[in-house]
């Protein structure tokens, strides 16, 4: 090939032109003879531009090229592919072997080994599922135990409650996905036991101060009933004195409220001011029957008119729950 190409470089062009149809054929056949001699490298990247080269010099195949040469370069590059193919699949394994020593990727020896089908293979790559698997577990076993800490930040009680049966959700997913994989890793029974335990003691130190606070908060919300219920004061009787001075005014005609219907006014008032915000259903039975008592001896004093306003005020009304007191 050398001195094909210092003969053409030494002839004028009108030469170079008008040799060009006996130096291609002559040229692609000695880069397949070269080709399919030379002793085949091991470098699986070389390999495949040997392949490539192979390609092209099929696609590019003179017309009066020899037979022999086409049937010698087909061989050739279905060799090559078939030694290309067996190199990257003992390549495939060497990484899939070392992925199950914990030593490379397990998603990279599948993607690998992805193109080749053999029983062993399918069982190399089952192993390799399972390794996958388990180091996705862990990975989120120790996404979890990094979490947690976060529960000690937290300052109120509900999002803490929160915080936490969240994560306790979490953490029986991760064990319902290892019971379906049926991994079993001491190392990650271990640390799932021990975050489960955790949260399983955070939640029943939860659960206990929210009942302190709960009765602390029962115990004010009938402290503040009580105050509530003696707030709304009787009717006020209306003296002979007074009602006689009404009776004057009203004969002269000055119109102006009696006195019975101020006190009605008042007794209205209090009872939608300091009753309709009692949320009966969060009393003691004690503080309930008292209220109840109170409640039906005032309503009673009132007339109709004034009944009405109760009963449409105490429908409409906002009750007050346990710790807005």
Known sequence: MSELQAVLEAS???IQEALLPRLVPAHWSLQVLALVR???PEDVEALDGRIEQAELLIASRPMNASDALVTQLDDRQAGMVRLLRAKLQQEAVLVAEKALKGESDPEEALALLADFESPV??????????????????????????????LEKISAPDLKERFATGFRVELQMLQLDALSASIQDAQLETQIDSLRQSVENALSELADAANKRSKVEFNDYQ?????????????KEV???????EGLKRA?????????????????????QHLSVIDVHLLDVAVA?????????RFASLDMTHKKRVVDAFANSSKKSLGAT
Do not use: C, H
């Not at 008292?290 to 409640?295: A, L, R, S, T, V």
């Open 12 to 14: 004028p062009p009108w």
């Open 239 to 245: 003296s002979l004195e007074t009602k006689a001075k």
């Open 223 to 235: 402290r503040w009933a009580l105050t509530q219920i003696d707030a709304v004061s009787p009717l």
């Open 121 to 150: 293979l399918e069982a190399l790559r089952a192993q390799l599922n399972n390794r996958r698997q388990m180091l996705g577990l862990k990975r989120r076993a120790e996404a979890l135990t990094q979490q947690w800490p976060v």
């Open 289 to 297: 029957e008292w209220y109840q008592e109170i409640f039906s001896e």
């Open 252 to 272: 002269l005609g000055n119109k102006v409220k009696s006195a019975a219907s101020s006190a009605q006014d008042a007794l209205t008032r209090d009872m939608i």
């Open 38 to 40: 030379e002793l085949l």
